[in-house]
């Protein structure tokens, strides 16, 4: 090309204007996740539930022998519904832990409870088995590596 057309077309050259891109660098929302949350509380709020104050902790139990514990959390409670909405940070910890802590708490009707569940968590436990007999995984009767003709050319 020529020196003086390529100039002409330089001097040509726009920044902005008709036919520019409107931004150059892309813009990243970083999404918090407080989507849930706000659908969470719009919920509970159609189903009206109250605060309840002077909870200090909520425990619980599974039937694998480990519980679920809320140290601080805040609870709703709907009872007209029959609906209670726990909040905050949950651990799990094994029930040998919190024994010691709770067992003032408990009435007898639970600590009835308790003691079935401890007694079928100790049986598991001796046995050798969590409960999970259903996962086994059956044993490879047939090589896969051989194929039959036949099914190939049903393939093709």
């Known amino acids: 090309?020529?020196?003086?057309?390529?100039?002409?077309?330089?001097?040509?050259?726009?920044?902005?204007?008709?036919?520019?891109?409107?931004?150059?660098?892309?813009?990243?929302?970083?999404?918090?996740?407080?989507?849930?949350?706000?659908?969470?509380?719009?919920?509970?709020?159609k189903l009206g539930v109250q605060p309840i104050a002077g909870?200090?902790?909520?425990n619980m139990f599974r039937?694998?022998?480990?519980?679920?514990?809320f140290g601080a959390p805040k609870v709703q409670a709907a009872v007209n519904c029959?609906?209670?909405?726990?909040?905050?940070r949950a651990t799990e910890k094994n029930l040998a832990q919190l024994v010691p802590g709770i067992l003032n708490q408990m009435d007898p009707e639970s600590l009835a409870i308790l003691r079935?569940?401890?007694?079928?968590?100790?049986?598991?436990q001796a046995?050798?088995?969590?409960?999970?007999?259903?996962?086994?995984i059956p044993d490879l009767v047939e090589s896969f590596d051989k194929v039959d003709i036949k099914e190939e050319r049903a393939f093709i």
């Open 1 to 45: 090309m020529d020196a003086e057309k390529l100039s002409k077309l330089q001097v040509q050259v726009r920044i902005g204007g008709k036919g520019t891109p409107r931004r150059k660098t892309k813009k990243f929302i970083k999404v918090s996740g407080s989507g849930d949350d706000r659908k969470l509380s719009a919920a509970l709020t």
């Open 55 to 58: 909870v200090e902790e909520v």
């Open 63 to 69: 039937d694998d022998g480990m519980v679920i514990h």
């Open 82 to 88: 029959n609906t209670f909405a726990i909040h905050g």
């Open 116 to 124: 079935k569940l401890a007694e079928a968590y100790q049986t598991n």
């Open 127 to 136: 046995a050798g088995t969590s409960g999970d007999e259903d996962d086994e």
